[in-house]
């Protein structure tokens, strides 16, 4: 499995949005909605905040939004926040039972 | 409140085995998928196995097919992982999770660090 690619880096002021990307093929990311995003704090657990492509799980803020067009999933959080800088990752599945990450990003709130 | 334990991480040598286990608690363990999923140092997320509520299914990733076996005991809620023929690249944080199916992973432990080395 080759694992998807994500900017190593993005950054953004306070109150304003940023966007990552997640590129794959059309092997995964392109033919499956099984997109989901996770946010990791240094030293702490990833904690899943999309899933499916576009949906949040209960208690995520509805400033994270995900969305899909052909093979690249892009994560959005709007109105960045201090507590926002973290590590994210994609992932996808892609097929015949193997699921792939992103490389992560890492996001910084200038 | 969903919780999730592993534990038996440590160091092993090259060419050895170790077996991590995860305790669960707070959810009906024996009606979800559970994954592992690992992190080398400084390195990004990478899938490793996962494995169906009743231990019927199981898969891994290409890395450690063959090498790893996951396994489960839905009465003792627990979650395992045998790791054999251990390679210094298998050096990483063993996150155990819960799987509400396509690695929709929506609870995790704190993880337990597996070294590999000499």
């Known amino acids: 499995q080759s694992a998807l690619t994500q900017p190593p880096s993005a950054s953004g002021s306070p109150g304003q949005p940023v966007t990552i990307s997640c590129t794959g093929s059309g092997s995964d990311v392109g033919v499956y909605n099984y997109v989901s995003w996770f946010r990791q704090h240094p030293g702490k657990a990833p904690k899943l905040i999309i899933y499916e492509v576009n949906k949040r799980p209960s208690g995520v803020p509805d400033r994270f939004s995900g969305s899909k067009s052909g093979n690249t999933a892009s994560l959005t959080v709007s109105g960045l926040q201090a507590e926002d800088e973290a590590d994210y990752y994609c992932s996808s599945y892609a097929g015949s039972n193997n699921w792939v990450f992103g490389g992560g990003t890492k996001l910084t709130v200038l | ?118």
Not at chain 2, 73 to 92: I, V
Request: charged share 20%; hydrophobic share 35%.
């Open chain 2, 1 to 118: 409140e969903v919780q999730l334990v592993e534990s038996g991480g440590g160091l092993v040598q090259p060419g050895g085995s170790l077996r991590l286990s995860c305790a669960a608690s707070g959810f009906t363990f024996s009606t979800f998928w559970m994954s592992w999923v690992r992190q080398a140092p400084g390195k990004g997320l990478e899938w490793v196995a996962n494995i169906k509520h009743d231990g019927s299914e199981k898969y891994y990733g290409d890395s450690v097919k063959g090498r790893f076996t996951v396994s489960r005991d839905n009465a003792d809620h627990s979650l395992y992982l045998q790791m054999n023929s251990l390679r210094p690249d298998d050096t990483a944080v063993y996150y155990c999770a819960r799987d509400q199916g396509y690695l929709l992973l929506d609870y995790w432990g704190q993880g337990t660090l597996v070294t590999v080395s000499s």
